[in-house]
């Protein structure tokens, strides 16, 4: 990782003498809380979805991580986006957030209505507020590096782009969206910023490939940055009734039990990325931080340390529930009971007090077809 | 199998019409019930020996099944040999018998003092008593094939030899002492009675495989049918002063507090069976029947019928709490929580309320480790 690299070039604004950057005037940090993770079943479920958790063993869970990561740059302005169900624990890990900066959504409608709802606010409540968005269940590893970036972003964001944050690969990974870098595109306060081509799909393993060596594509991370008018009035060219409800809801916050079921359910992707790039209006800051969604256990597993005491290992939770011999994987022993793995490779055990799951790093994408499965056979309890 | 070569070919006892044999005059089954079972952690524990868990599926402790295989032949003469520590749930598992038909030993000291014990209790009775002697945690799979074998090693025994029963290999195993088996030496009620040249160790691979390919040698199942006096004579040879102790004991029970811990530790293998095989007193009666030791879970999972709904893959307990896909080996979900096992082949997973063990086939001797493991680590609560 070269952090030196990720830093601005020129004016923008430097990290202060602590490595901490100073709060960005007008920059308002966008959480949306959701997604039910079940890739990492048993330890996410669908009433306490990843980002409640810590899967990193930072004796934070990712949401709070994702807070605190924020915090440098966005102070106190931040905004959490999140479901019903898991309103009362958000506030409970977010003590520091007063009751409006939870925006509750009565039902999920997917991203483009929760950020856009979040948008809507801010219009109302400072026409120039640049917001970024950054999901609540993602991982970064370079957090001076991360703020750099989001610098940039939000100097470019203040001249009507939608900026995106593209992450350089480290592996042909097949199970990330791409973003296709075009032509250098600086303005002042941010000298690495690139035009959008496009959004591309998942790749398979020989495009992932040949995205890798030719060094145009990034991996597309969810991350935006924009000016909450610019966001809206993308988003009004192709869903113009939602635009008129979010503002009707940010004005109004009791419509919302009424109004979120009107919304189209939708992804910021289609809604408006895809769109806005096809119309160059969306540009990109490369970013070399180390980054990841934590979309199974194996990526969980690249995630953590090798244990000391078993080497190759990782191990999540209490150390002391752990007695291995001759294994290499992951194991989360995190039900309260002891959990042995004696000869085993590239194995993943997760043991919670309901349900031990125990497989393979190469089946570990299959985890999603066990919480149907559950559901099928009358067992929706466990998920 | 063949039933039909084991059955008594001239005038035994036959079995009943309904396949059952009438109980053998002055025949007792003396089961010593001890034995840690370490390689079946974390389903056996030192509190609770495999002897007392349904291990097949049958809804009997390995204890009770025992007992139900000897009733035919022995009627209410059975004899239960065991720890202090397991009195209670040997009693509770079998109420059918009276307080005095269960020896209880204030310690472990190996099988010839637990068995001698009996023999001496049995030839105060009755001098011309018969004990068969047949540990609580073996499985056998033909009871009437077993009944015909111990009906002749009853008439054996009457003639005062020290009779086992050498099971016919069927595999080169490497985990059992084998009998190196001599002449014919038939005897009115045995026609298939054989000479016994000599114990051996539990061989190497390459040992194995020529055992089972001679065909001279047998399985040493640790069965022994002998009149009681005959027992405590042959052991007389070796210790005397052993044989003063228990008979003294079975005189005035009282006295086996204070006694016990005088009482040499050792097995009736090295005690009687091999020196009274080199002064060529022991006889050995061939059976066919399947019969396994449950050494460790490889064993169990051979006995297990495979899973009809998961086809590679052997379940102990209930269905309910397994969700299964593409894996093989074993799964014995006793923890009353959900086990799911993805990809993996030849694993064996055992879940229990307080330990989750993950291993293979392979390696499922070394489960013996993981016990003393966690006893250094200071978790012997758990073993």
Chains 1, 2 share one sequence.
Not at 124 to 151: T, W, Y
Not at 321 to 343: E, K, N, P
């Amino acid at each position: 990782m070269d952090t030196a690299a990720d830093a601005p070039r020129d004016g923008g604004r430097e990290p202060g003498p602590a490595g901490q950057a100073d709060p960005l005037d007008g920059f308002t940090a966008v959480i949306p809380a959701g997604g039910s993770g079940t890739r990492l079943w048993p330890l996410s479920r669908s009433g306490a979805p990843k980002f409640l958790h810590d899967l990193t063993g930072s004796g934070r869970s990712l949401l709070q991580a994702t807070v605190d990561r924020l915090r440098p740059l966005a102070g106190d302005r931040v905004l959490v986006v999140t479901g019903a169900r898991h309103e009362e624990a958000v506030r409970a890990q977010l003590p520091g957030l007063a009751p409006e900066q939870v925006l509750v959504e009565p039902a999920p409608r997917d991203s483009m209505p929760a950020i856009g709802w979040a948008a809507a606010v801010l219009e109302r409540q400072d026409p120039d507020a640049v917001l970024g968005s950054f999901a609540a269940d993602h991982v970064i590893g370079d957090e001076p590096a991360f703020h750099g970036v989001v610098q940039q972003a939000v100097a470019a964001a203040r001249t009507g782009a939608l900026v995106t944050l593209g992450i350089s690969p480290t592996h042909p990974a097949t199970g990330f969206g791409y973003i296709q870098v075009g032509a250098e595109a600086p303005v002042p306060g941010a000298p690495d910023l690139r035009q959008v081509e496009a959004f591309v799909e998942k790749p398979d393993a020989q495009r992932a490939a040949e995205y890798l060596a030719g060094g145009a594509h990034l991996w597309n991370a969810g991350m935006f940055v924009v000016q909450a008018r610019t966001l809206l009035e993308l988003l009004e060219a192709g869903h113009p009734e939602m635009v008129r409800t979010l503002r009707e809801i940010a004005a109004q916050p009791d419509l919302v039990t009424s109004r979120w079921d009107s919304l189209t359910r939708i992804a910021i992707d289609h809604a408006v990325a895809e769109p806005a790039a096809a119309a160059g209006r969306v540009r990109v800051l490369p970013a070399r931080f180390a980054w990841d969604d934590i979309g199974d256990f194996a990526s969980l597993a690249a995630l953590l340390p090798e244990s000391a005491e078993h080497p190759g290992l990782r191990v999540l939770g209490p150390g002391e529930h752990l007695l291995s011999d001759g294994s290499t994987g992951l194991v989360a022993a995190q039900g309260g009971r002891m959990v042995i793995t004696l000869g085993l490779d590239d194995v993943v055990v997760v043991d919670t007090p309901d349900a031990v799951l125990v497989t393979t790093r190469e089946r570990c994408q299959d985890v999603k077809a066990v919480v149907a499965a559950l559901q099928e056979r009358g067992r929706g309890d466990l998920t």
